[in-house]
């Protein structure tokens, strides 16, 4: 059929099963076609081709309610869904997000960025239907990585108690974003091996019934199977294997690399030339390599996502078992950390800004509480990092500079990152966090502090009088940009590198009062509950003057930097002007 | 043997096996005389008696590691590891805390008082253990409860891939605080009632070798199974029945009651009569429970703490199928909420300030960016909640208030609560979390607002001018004092409720510069990341002086609340003295 008749699912369930193939077909062209052009999930998408279909093909939807675990997996959901021009026609391409979002389709339940939330959010649904006496399918779709994770176990046991209608499909493309850790992804592979009839289960063990779909990307299966289950009164798994990359061969072979990647070529699978532009991931990396060799008690973690810390296949193997990927788990890997560092040795965990938040009873728990020297280095922690609403970097200020116990380091350059970095594994008094900046990389032309051990020390970079600027982080260059201008007005303004984000440095900001009427502090993240507010309170009581510059408190979906860092006041301009 | 000879774990393991049973009945005594005079864990440590004394005498502690899970169920292990005084003596008896805390013993790995953790920080140590290159026994104790929680799961998967010595002994008591929830159950029960033999297997399912011990009060049958996975050298579940409150007849009938309970009468087991005082938790069940009736749509959620929201077993009968406790599960009590307001039905979840923090994400990802109207209630979120350093109930504003949509409420007075729940519970525009105040009952001498849609305007209860008291929750009434106080001194103070601490109200703040110079802010948490520095970067490029109270940013454990109080300066007197 022509793909831009499909305004809705009920055009497909016209077809005949047969044709469903050619469909499949279809779609997975245009589906490259644009992916190869602007890039971004490939290999979940082209995974999860014909069991899109065959959901949309079987179930009522929207009546029947589809839930997307992680979201990174629908670019055929929405081709299917009324949204089928955002990916013929490139003028229409960014008119869909790279997840479900209500606001685009009536058939997107929830705005979902984060792994593991599926299952709990179509329980949710589930119970809220039987409470409202209606009848309807729910369906969540949940990958085997995603299985990892905390939430999706307590989704599970949870929904095993409904009692009535709930559809787990679990999508065991044999992934996570790399490969899987966990003991639960040896019964996955003895159920694929045994065609689904191996002595242990997971899914039986938690109450669910149970069916095995070994052809994963064949249609018909997948139809025979679904249709076996709609309308289950009982919770019920329905295990499919699917093949990560199906129908691409570049992505089919390279599957860790076609998870998500910038655009490529569609002939050769060849990116676009990586640049070998200097970048954070492979800084940590090598850093974290050397002292991993230098000392065997060094080790790295991470919650699925080796590739932001700059470890590809390469350099896991190069780092051996002192290289832990404990599958998408952050509370593991905090709490996990904490333990390896009780028993003598240096743990490093490397994640995401928006995924710490996973983490933070066990960030205050397991770690803070004990002292436990663990190192945490926060990728992303930035307005420059990842723009879309569920993985904005800018609420990390405020979570990890308030838990007690904390050093938490905001470096300016490279040069400050590494020090702080290695001052961080090589203490063992304190847990460490450090925020690598955003934006253009910084280096320093002077030498850099080594010792962070005199807490909340910060330092006065240029002396001068009237007005200061706290530049933290990210923003320390903002900073001396700001100062510059004001120069070229006869102002001849101090700049502070704060250094420390989780404290105040009582002694110089009384110093300041001396000789200063203003402070101004710059932070690369959310206002409320952030760094400069705990200047404003300091100075609350006398006359300096205090004005904070970040990111207000809201959720922003796929911003532009700069128009934010303007929206926000964050240029030298700006600020200077604002004097 | 006498106990108060018993100095470490050595001295029981020079005792015979046949002997142990007497020294079980002798700790059993010495345990009950403390628990019933001071209150405290009494089932969970009955229960595991035996347990303990035979996990001690196989492995070779300290050099081999045992974490126990939640810790409330160490009293029996601090009396075998040189802390038997303060169980002998009352005058010694406030000599160890309620949770193992390494601070007293090196038997005791680490300060422990969350769920769901023992099995991380295990896996930790024994990785850390083999990156160190030594050899010893690390043992997770964790309660069939505690394995409802994500962190148990992602412990549990991460540990069945270590590859050397990890034992995790289950403690099936078939309880968790009340009963348990969640397909995860029916599986130990069907294990149970198949002396281990059921065909599925959660543990085995996960990697694990597996042991079953039906006599779990039986000390020769522990012993003999402990001995069998001793240096075992790859990860190994053993599964002990146990039963709750064992070997006191009330605590054994009434299993829920005497999980915690203060101090009650040894022979009858009667606790000092109730005195039927108002409390909120009666107050939030009588309410929600009118609610439920009047709409079937309307639901309650716990996370396995139905007792703390004032629903005890009879009241959970009544509430019926609108009633669910999800289990120790925060993460999914958030996020199921937020999929049945999907679903258009009511939820409400109660959950104590510290355990809050472990559904960080789910409050921000599942329900804030989608807007779901959930409603929170926040129980023991005060310096007047609970006291030990793992239950501290001062970090939930910062959290709350930091995250955008979400509208938080801190009422100041049973009317305004349950007003402030109806409104909450009525309207569909927001998530909302109400703070519920700690301290004494405060009742409202006037009517109250019924309608909180209008954000953020806060209320002047009392006009001044010159000193503005923003007295917010538990400190309102402290405000009032204060003020009181002035009036003497000829100073008439405005008082203002703020009411929301999720936001500033500008146009109120704004105005008061007209004829005030001098604010003071009130908050029953942390100042780090709170309300009042909001409201002094607010006035931060102002004249006005603001003066931010409230507690300092660290752990304190087992603090007095009023001594506290007035090392915050948080007394009218203190205040008042400082203008």
Sequence with gaps: MELEKISSPADIRKLDIKDLNNLCDELRKVFLVKISARGGHVGPNLGLVEATVALHYVFDTPQDKIVFDVSHQTYIHKMLTGRINAFLYPEAYDDVTGYTNPSES???????????????????????????????????????????????????DEGATLGSNFIVIVNDNEMSIAENHGGLYGNLARLRETNGMADDNYFTALGYDYFYVEEGNDVAALVETFRKVKN?????????????????????????????????????????????????????????????????????????????????????????????????????????????????????????????????????????????????????????????????????IALMSNIPGWVFLAPTSVEEYVAMLRWAMAQTDYPVAIRIPGGAIRHESGPVDTDYSALNRYKITRRGSGVAIIGSGTFYELAEQTADLLAARGINATVINPRYLSGVDSEMLETLKNDHQTVITLEDGVLDGGFGEKIARFYGSSNMKVHCYGIEKKFLDRYRPKELLKACGLTAESIAASL
Tied chains: 1, 2.
Aim: hydrophobic share 40%; proline share 4%; charged share 20%.
């Design 232 to 396: 289950s009164v009982r919770p019920v798994v329905v295990h499919i294997h699917t093949d990560k990359g199906h129908g691409y061969a570049p992505a089919e072979e390279h599957k860790e690399q076609f998870h998500y990647t910038g655009p490529f070529d569609l002939t050769t699978g060849k990116s676009t030339p990586d640049s070998g532009s200097e970048n954070y991931a492979d800084i940590f990396a090598n850093e974290m390599l050397a002292q991993m060799k230098a000392n065997p008690k060094v080790c790295v973690l991470t919650a699925g996502t080796p590739g932001v810390l700059g470890f590809g296949p390469e350099r896991r193997k190069e780092a051996g078992r002192q290289f832990i990927d404990v599958g998408i788990a952050e509370q593991e890997a905090a709490a996990m950390a904490s333990g390896i560092a009780k028993a003598g040795a240096r743990p490093c965990f490397g994640v995401v800004s928006s995924f710490l938040q996973r983490a933070y009873d066990q960030f205050s728990q397991d770690i803070a509480i004990n002292g436990m020297p663990v190192v945490v280095n926060i990728f992303y922690g930035s307005l420059f990092g990842m723009t879309d609403v569920t993985h904005l970097g800018w609420f990390d």
């Design 106 to 156: 009536e058939y997107d339940l929830f705005t979902i960025g984060h792994t593991s939330t599926a299952v709990s959010l179509a329980g949710g649904i589930a119970k809220g239907r039987d409470l409202s006496g209606e009848k309807y399918n729910v369906v969540a779709l949940v990958g085997d990585g995603s299985l990892s994770g905390g939430e999706a176990f307590e989704g599970l």
